[in-house]
């Protein structure tokens, strides 16, 4: 089956950029979905089709897909924006994937 | 508003049976899967299964066919996932979540439902 394979946890001081890399075989032929998990709270999509934000998502998060790496990048980080991160393709034989996550801190 | 509002926590004991409902609103329930999603406890995200509520279309995972499922009532615009007889590994939040098409991303997500087994 299908794998996704993320940085277990990255930092980063407030201001600055994170990006949070999915790896996966060719993954830039498939659509990328990003969520964010705050504790104690359901997932919420934050990117959609690699690049697409959703109503309500500030334009610091972006995304982007090519290769064999997805990243979401968050610009101007700030404190809320910790979290963890999880990246989502469906694969060829019609099952969802998921990454195993990434722990944003905010330093 | 698009919602999906989750059944409440449940506490049960091994071998004991479990239904949870995922009740849609604020859009057309027949027209977008419904996705369940298992989350154990300081653990990542794993996809269970799919239905379409227009025609009850349902995919599984692998990891859960046989293990669960999933069902729904298209005339009270709600999903369900149920369990025939519970283990302790079961112990998890489940959420279920909405997505477009069969193969898409999933938004809105339900607030949860803790399950927890244990004798």
């Known amino acids: 089956s299908y794998v996704l394979t993320q940085p277990p946890s990255v930092s980063v001081a407030p201001g600055q950029t994170a990006r949070i890399t999915c790896g996966g075989n060719n993954i830039g032929s498939k659509s990328v979905h990003w969520y964010q998990q705050k504790p104690g709270q359901a997932p919420v999509l934050v990117v959609y089709d690699d690049s697409d934000r959703p109503s309500g998502i500030p334009e610091r998060f972006s995304g982007s897909n090519s290769g064999n790496t997805a990243t979401l990048t968050i610009s101007r980080v700030e404190a809320g924006d910790e979290a963890d991160y999880y990246c989502q393709v469906w694969d060829s034989s019609s099952e969802v994937v998921f990454g195993g996550g990434t722990k944003l801190t905010v330093l | 508003e698009v919602q999906l509002v989750q059944s409440g926590a449940e506490v049960k004991k091994p071998g004991e049976s479990l239904k949870i409902s995922c009740k849609g609103s604020?859009?057309?329930?027949?027209?977008?899967?419904i996705g369940w999603v298992r989350q154990m406890p300081g653990k990542g995200l794993e996809w269970m299964g799919i239905i379409y509520p227009g025609d009850s279309d349902t995919r599984y995972s692998p990891s859960f066919q046989g293990q669960v499922t999933i069902s729904a009532d298209k005339s009270i615009s709600t999903a369900y996932l149920q369990w025939s007889s519970l283990k302790a590994s079961d112990t998890a939040m489940y959420y279920c979540a909405s997505g477009p098409t069969g193969v898409s991303w999933f938004d809105p997500w339900g607030q949860g439902t803790l399950v927890t087994v244990s004798s």
């Open positions: 604020g859009y057309s329930f027949t027209s977008y899967w």
